[in-house]
């Protein structure tokens, strides 16, 4: 099953509930949520106070991506607020650090999983597998909406797919960055499973529509 997953950087913060419920009356599954320090990325966005709001307001699956500086300090605090799956990078932190992180969200009873950046390989991934709930696999570099899908990263989502076909089939596949409906259709054919659009739902007066469109394509 196709999971659409509308990014919150791209609604309108001034109504951003109506946009929440907007989009889950549309469809949506999950709700992504990104998180900036402007350390590991250049940009600065939500923290634990909105994502504690956003639990009290919605009951949709909040999927927090943290692209901050070594996440394992914030995991348990996210969860705490609220986030039904916490997901850091893997270039944020040491290797000791990332099972501790992994570690700490599941001790929380949440969902947990790893991302990586356009030039990160895939085989990096594979101590971690087992452990993952879900892989993000980013098609553009983090910190900014609006960039154009990365053609060059459809390879590695279709290794990073049959490493958890291999070795974890449960594991869910996320992508993130520049998905509309032509690139959603390479994207799903590469085998991602949930699929993150910003500007492509919150940017399309039917929201509805442009979920199905993107889900189907």
Known sequence: MIKIAPSILSADFSALINDINDVKSAGAEYLHIDVMDGNFVPNISIGIPVVKSLRKATDMFLDVHLMIDRPQRYVKAFCDAGADLVTFHLEACQPQDIFEAISAIKL????????????????????????????????????????????????????????INNMNPSCELEVDGGIDPITSKLIKEAGANVLVAGNAIFGQENRKSAIETIRNA
């Open 108 to 163: 929380c009873g949440k969902k947990v999983g790893l991302s990586i950046k356009p030039k990160t390989p895939a085989v990096t991934l594979l101590p971690y597998i087992l452990n993952l709930d879900l892989v993000l696999v980013m098609t553009v570099e983090p910190g900014f909406g609006g960039q154009s899908f990365m053609n060059d990263q459809l390879p590695k989502i279709a290794t990073v797919r049959q490493m």
